[in-house]
């Protein structure tokens, strides 16, 4: 009995041929056209044998990314939102209550090293996920930054999103505008004023030329939302009675991703909505089982072009109903 051979169907000299013309095309990245001079056939004949190739297992083509990568999630998570971009991250084992966990961070400071441009302007939203992400940038291209705005607290500045402008800043050599005010104030009066001020006013000029921001999301709950931790509990019993859901640099969401609270905005320093979806790319950072709702809540909104979040929040977003129309997809494309 004679043992059949691998790749039956093709003889020594075909197999001989194929391996050849797969060899200078996958790995030597060679043109067909090329090849076919080489061996002195037509490009039509390269085509089929390289397509015989694959169908006879004598080339297998492997994708791997790293382990924390999910490319699957990943690109189906862009489909269904209509996003430029989208990494999901593998959710840690101690995560499931933790929104923003800190590799995602990691991940998209990487992501902004990609995006960014020489000349361009990065702004950078109060967030823990941006913060994080700020910590974790090794390579940024020669760019001004922008702060779009105020903090959490401005007694913690030098730990928050004022050092994450001057960290994005040192990293790529180029100019901070930081913002030295809190996020949130008493009444529309004081915020008023306070936007006037040279350094804020001067920081607020920048918004129109930003080609790049990064923000993070909040659900509608203490300890997941900057605003929400901010409010009086009549404040937050009022605008819950709204329907908001979802957070994102101060502005307020319900679950269908409509704007409410419009008059929180007056209130605050930050940068408006209208300007933000003017934006070309504004990478959102988000995270874990808790934020996955008010995640699902922004992207419907179309400020958000991309999208950093891991493996818990991913798998809830899949299963969301389809998202209406995507007005970000509107927008020019940078890269265009």
């Known amino acids: ?61 492997e994708i791997r990314v790293p382990a924390e990568l999910d490319a699957e999630r990943s690109d189906a998570l862009r489909a269904r939102y209509g996003l430029r971009h989208a990494v999901v991250v593998e959710s840690a084992a101690d995560s499931d209550d933790a929104p923003d966990p800190e590799n995602l961070g990691d991940v998209a400071a990487d992501l902004l090293g990609e995006l960014v441009a020489e000349g361009d302007v990065l702004g950078i939203a109060w967030g823990r996920s941006t913060i994080h992400m700020a910590s974790a940038l090794h390579r940024l291209p020669p760019c001004t930054v922008v702060q779009l705005t105020g903090v959490y607290d401005a007694g ?64 509608w709950a203490p300890g997941i939302s900057t605003v929400y931790d901010m409010l009086s509990e009549d404040e937050r019993e009022h605008y819950a009675s709204l329907g908001a859901a979802a957070e994102m640099s101060a502005h307020l969401f319900d679950a269908e991703g409509r704007r409410i609270g419009r008059d929180l905005g007056e209130r605050c320093i930050t940068v408006e909505a209208d300007r933000l979806r003017r934006i070309p790319e504004v990478v959102a950072i988000a995270g874990g089982q808790r934020k996955a709702h008010a995640i699902g809540a922004v992207l419907k909104s179309g400020l958000v072009t991309s999208l950093v979040t891991d493996t818990a929040a991913a798998d809830y977003l899949l299963l969301e109903s389809a998202p209406g129309p995507r007005p970000a997809l509107d927008r020019a494309d940078p890269d265009s």
């Not at 059949?4 to 060679?30: D, I, T, W």
């Not at 809190?182 to 306070?194: F, G, R």
């Open 1 to 61: 009995m004679v043992a059949s051979r691998p790749h039956s169907g093709m003889g020594p000299a075909e197999l001989v041929q194929a391996a050849a013309m797969a060899r200078r095309f996958y790995l030597e990245g060679k043109s067909k056209i090329q090849i076919a001079e080489e061996f002195g056939v037509s490009r039509f004949k390269v085509a089929r044998v390289l397509e015989t190739a694959l169908e006879r297992d004598l080339v297998r083509i």
């Open 156 to 219: 913690t500045a030098d730990s928050g999103s004022v050092e994450a402008v001057r960290r994005a800043a040192d990293v790529s050599g180029g100019e901070a505008h930081p913002i030295y005010a809190p996020m949130l104030l008493p009444d529309s009066a004081t915020a008023a004023a306070l936007r006037g001020q040279t350094g804020i006013a001067r920081a607020f000029d920048y918004f129109d030329k930003v080609t790049v921001a990064c923000v993070s999301i909040g659900s």
